[in-house]
């Protein structure tokens, strides 16, 4: 399974951004509603971080407390895209974000259950 992530760009603190993450290459047999998708980020110097993670039909939802309210995430299994809505940017969003599947499991924070995991995509927050 690949992921491909993209729409990571600058943008001035209070703006929005839509991330997008593209999966192919599902292992024969197997639709994407069989992984979870989450989306997770890594500020420079920090360790990677849970950001986000929607349930194999899209129906459920999960969210770091730190971008509640600020982030939406949802998918399209037909399209196998997932997306991350996020608005009322900080400083502190600063990161490259990466998308991860998770098979067999659902609406799981834990890095460790993501098996396959994209390049990243840059997401700057400045004034």
């Known amino acids: 399974l690949q992921l491909v992530e993209s729409g990571g760009d600058l943008v001035q603190p209070g703006g929005s951004l839509r991330l997008s993450c593209a999966a192919s290459?599902?292992?024969?047999?197997?639709?994407?509603?069989?992984?979870?998708i989450g989306w997770f980020r890594q500020a420079p110097g920090k360790e990677r971080d849970f950001v986000a993670s929607v349930s194999r039909q899209g129906g459920g939802t999960m969210y770091a407390g730190s971008v509640k309210g600020r982030a939406t995430i949802s998918r399209n299994n037909a399209e196998n895209t997932v997306w991350l809505h996020m608005s009322r940017l900080k400083s502190e969003d600063t990161a490259v974000y990466y998308c991860?599947?998770?098979?067999?499991?659902?609406?799981?924070?834990?890095?460790?259950?993501?098996?396959?995991w994209g390049q990243g995509t840059q997401v700057t927050v400045f004034s």
């Open positions: 991860a599947a998770g098979p067999g499991v659902d609406l799981t924070q834990q890095q460790n259950l993501y098996a396959d």
């Open positions: 290459g599902l292992p024969s047999g197997l639709p994407l509603d069989y992984f979870a």
